[in-house]
């Protein structure tokens, strides 16, 4: 599939990770919002809410990814190791060090089970779990922002077997109605039980599960395995999509919750965040030069507020700023330090291991397995974190 390497996907996950940041920031900080005109501007931030939007280009590179290595799908589930743990490790020893420091972990701590089982948990796959022994540091959760983590591993494990599904039906519409089929069921469950997210512990933890996430996560997979037929409509209508999503989003605030119209306005999101990477697509590595800091924003960014909300430092823009301040500088040593090498460790191995394919698998290859150092913005083996 004729997919260009250079797009903006490494900027609208940044642009992302910063609407995350800014809308824990402002929560947690309590910074008050003190005009009318910053009231607008955070309803057209909440708008375009940094989860769904991972999600739909996670779906979108991690199809690509299967693509390019299901005929060595051991490399595939390196690869993602490689993406996700590194850095999520290094997030808990940060972790870790500012609970220490603010005096939040002794020995009553650490003699309850409930800590080691919190540890083990960061740094497998139930990021989302806190014992009661932890909820008195900062917002009553290290880093709540992890709930996602298990989540998009889940979707990692489940892409192979949606292609495998896909593939058994009669050609490709056969395919795309199965992966619509269930994206609308995910849905369904998702708008039956989201209201009694925070009020029932069982719905809590069935919100942690793929089941009722993955609807947006196919989206962007449904764009990747169509990208072909609708890059006509996407390849530079970035402008179009955003003003439709916009009208969506006026109207939805207009009517209240309505999920068909919800259901919608997803697909056109999902649309419009494919139509953005391919837009324009020399400004991210205008602007980033080859900085990719989305990951540790997002791993990080709590980990500071939550220092901040415990040493009692909030309550004004000084505040935020300074926050955001740390949580760049955290992302910018977490990207050169360690993800960037870890990436380029990675690349070694899927050379080395790399099958003998057709040019044609070689062509499509070099789209997803381009050394994210470069700064040249590709489609890469990587993840979208999921992250809010």
């Known amino acids: 599939m004729d997919i260009s390497r250079k797009n903006n996907f490494d900027l609208i996950r940044l642009m992302a990770a910063l609407q995350v940041f800014y809308g824990h920031a402002l929560k947690h900080l309590d910074v008050p919002v003190q005009s009318w005109a910053w009231a607008k501007v955070n309803w057209l931030i909440g708008c375009f809410h940094g989860v769904p939007i991972f999600f739909v280009i996670s779906g979108f590179l991690i199809a690509k990814s299967w693509e390019s290595n299901r005929d060595d799908g051991r490399q595939y589930f390196v690869n993602r190791f490689l993406r996700i743990y590194p850095a999520l490790w290094l997030g808990l020893g940060l972790t870790l060090t500012c609970m220490i420091v603010s005096g939040s972990i002794d020995g009553t701590v650490l003699s309850s089970n409930g800590f080691w089982t919190w540890l083990v948990g960061q740094v497998t796959f139930f990021q989302f779990f806190t014992p009661d022994c932890l909820r008195s540091y900062g917002v009553g959760t290290p880093n709540g922002s992890l709930w996602t983590i298990p989540v998009e591993l889940q979707f990692y494990l489940l892409v192979p077997l949606i292609a495998w599904a896909a593939g058994r039906f009669r050609g490709r519409l056969g395919g795309n109605v199965f992966i619509g089929a269930c994206a609308v069921f995910s849905f369904v469950l998702y708008a039956l039980f989201i209201d009694q997210k925070e009020t029932a512990s069982e719905m809590k933890l069935f919100f942690m599960t793929f089941v009722p996430q993955i609807w947006m996560f196919l989206f962007g997979m449904l ?3 169509n990208y072909d037929v609708l890059q006509r409509m996407v390849n530079g209508k970035a402008l179009f999509w955003f003003g439709l999503y916009l009208i969506m989003a006026i109207v939805e605030s207009s009517v209240g919750k309505w999920a068909p119209l919800e259901f919608v306005s997803g697909a056109v999101m999902a649309f419009f965040v494919v139509s953005a990477a391919f837009t324009c697509s020399g400004v991210t590595s205008l602007l980033l030069r080859g900085q990719d800091l989305s990951y540790g924003m ?9 220092l901040f909300v415990h040493i009692g430092f909030g309550g004004t823009v000084v505040s935020m700023a300074a926050a955001f301040a740390c949580v760049l500088a955290a992302s910018a040593v977490s990207w050169n330090m360690l993800e960037k090498k870890v990436l380029a460790y990675k690349e070694m191995l899927s050379s080395r291991h790399e099958p ?9 290859a070099a789209d997803v397995d381009a050394p994210r150092a470069t700064g040249d913005g590709g489609i890469r083996d990587e993840t979208s974190v999921a992250i809010a």
């Open 223 to 225: 764009l990747y395995r």
């Open 298 to 306: 997002y791993v990080y960014h709590m980990i500071i507020i939550n």
């Open 356 to 364: 003998r394919r057709s040019m044609i698998c070689d062509m499509a």
